[in-house]
């Protein structure tokens, strides 16, 4: 099965920045979007971002101005530039590939194994 691999995540001050990639390891079927989602514990999964087939993105108000999602979607690279992070960004970040067309679901889509992101002085 394809595998989606996440990196970039790691210890950053309140204000800093970190810059998530996500890769895939083959090609997915049916591709509509890569999601990218986060988790702490106390918190329910939360999305972050998304960056659809046609490169529209969409972002929550929680991190709107601060995220920014980009990528080729076409060979499965994506990447979540993540500015003036606070404490409350910290949590396991997940890039979620969403197989799908025309509003129905064309796949189970695929999670990767998520990094670590800890925002702390």
């Known amino acids: 099965q394809v595998q989606l691999v996440e990196s970039g995540g790691g210890l950053v001050q309140p204000g800093g920045s970190l810059r998530l990639s996500c890769a895939a390891s083959g090609s997915i079927s049916g591709l509509y979007a890569m999601d990218w989602y986060r988790q702490s514990p106390g918190k329910d999964r939360e999305w972050v971002a998304r960056l659809a087939k046609d490169g529209a993105t969409n972002y929550p108000d929680s991190v709107k101005g601060r995220y920014t999602v980009s990528g080729d979607l076409a060979g499965i690279t994506v990447y979540l530039q993540m500015n003036s992070l606070k404490p409350d960004d910290t949590g396991v970040y997940y890039c979620?590939?969403?197989?799908?067309?025309?509003?129905?679901?064309?796949?189970?889509?695929?999670w990767g194994q998520g990094t670590q992101v800890t925002v702390s002085a």
């Open positions: 979620h590939a969403v197989q799908g067309a025309g509003g129905i679901r064309t796949g189970p889509g695929i």
